[in-house]
């Protein structure tokens, strides 16, 4: 990829691109690096030398915490040309949060290291309020994960999740195990297997092994 194409990309994509001066912008441009995740791909975000800011260009990531008993929650997915915010924490408290990520789709991502991101931080306050914006955002999505799980039902999180699976693929058929449905909200694959069955009797669904028709997207919906 050209460099001019990745300044274009930064752009329209970074609100205080404006508020940088000539050198910088050209700083930012010349320390950016690509990265390229195939579908599946699980990449840590908590070594010191992955810090900084990274943009989605293409494809989609999803963010998640591994239990102790070896069980997954979702946190919140990163679709096209959003910030890996965990990145960014890293960069404003210098602490580590073991969070993992993992492609979901093939993944094009931008990666402007931390020490070239604290320079602008420091110098640019654009810079750093954009970033702390940023941060709060993602942050009440996380409480919001939190919050779900301890006061929604886990029958609304597997249909929500489920209507939502149908829109990234742009399809009424999901090619999905009932381990990653689990993992994606949160709870144990013999609940996600059981509700599945009840949404089965009622018409909701159609189950096959490693796939789901969805039927009744409002019945779906009124859970």
């Given at each position: 990829?050209?460099?001019?194409?990745?300044?274009?990309?930064?752009?329209?994509?970074?609100?205080?691109?404006?508020?940088?001066?000539?050198?910088?912008?050209?700083?930012?441009?010349?320390?950016?690096?690509?990265?390229?995740?195939?579908?599946?791909?699980?990449?840590?975000?908590?070594k010191?030398?992955?810090?900084?800011?990274?943009?989605?260009?293409?494809?989609r990531?999803?963010?998640?915490?591994?239990?102790?008993?070896?069980?997954?929650?979702?946190?919140?997915?990163?679709?096209?040309?959003?910030?890996?915010?965990?990145?960014?924490?890293?960069?404003?408290?210098?602490?580590?949060?073991?969070?993992?990520?993992?492609?979901?789709?093939?993944?094009?991502?931008?990666?402007?290291?931390?020490?070239?991101?604290?320079?602008?931080?420091?110098?640019?306050?654009?810079?750093?309020?954009?970033?702390?914006?940023?941060?709060?955002?993602?942050?009440?999505?996380?409480?919001?994960?939190?919050?779900?799980?301890?006061?929604?039902?886990?029958?609304?999180?597997?249909?929500?999740?489920?209507?939502?699976?149908?829109r990234?693929?742009?399809?009424?058929?999901?090619?999905?195990?009932?381990?990653?449905?689990?993992?994606?909200?949160?709870?144990?694959?013999?609940?996600?297997s059981?509700?599945?069955?009840?949404?089965?009797?009622?018409?909701?669904?159609?189950?096959?092994?490693?796939?789901?028709?969805?039927?009744?997207?409002?019945?779906?919906?009124?859970?």
């Amino acid at each position: 990829v050209k460099r001019t194409e990745m300044e274009t990309e930064l752009k329209n994509v970074l609100p205080f691109w404006y508020f940088l001066s000539k050198k910088d912008r050209q700083l930012v441009v010349k320390s950016l690096e690509q990265l390229l995740f195939q579908k599946g791909a699980k990449v840590y975000h908590v070594k010191k030398e992955d810090a900084g800011l990274k943009i989605l260009i293409s494809g989609r990531i999803r963010v998640f915490l591994s239990t102790s008993d070896g069980n997954e929650i979702t946190l919140y997915r990163i679709e096209n040309k959003n910030l890996n915010i965990w990145s960014v924490f890293s960069m404003m408290s210098g602490g580590q949060i073991d969070i993992n990520m993992e492609a979901e789709e093939d993944s094009v991502v931008y990666w402007v290291p931390e020490t070239i991101c604290k320079k602008l931080s420091d110098e640019c306050s654009a810079v750093s309020e954009f970033i702390w914006q940023v941060g709060m955002k993602h942050l009440q999505a996380v409480i919001s994960v939190v919050q779900n799980l301890a006061f929604t039902k886990s029958s609304k999180r597997l249909a929500d999740s489920l209507i939502a699976h149908s829109r990234w693929n742009q399809s009424e058929v999901l090619f999905i195990t009932h381990e990653e449905l689990a993992n994606d909200i949160g709870t144990a694959r013999e609940v996600v297997s059981r509700l599945l069955k009840k949404f089965e009797k009622l018409g909701f669904v159609s189950l096959s092994r490693g796939k789901i028709d969805i039927l009744d997207f409002d019945g779906l919906k009124k859970i």
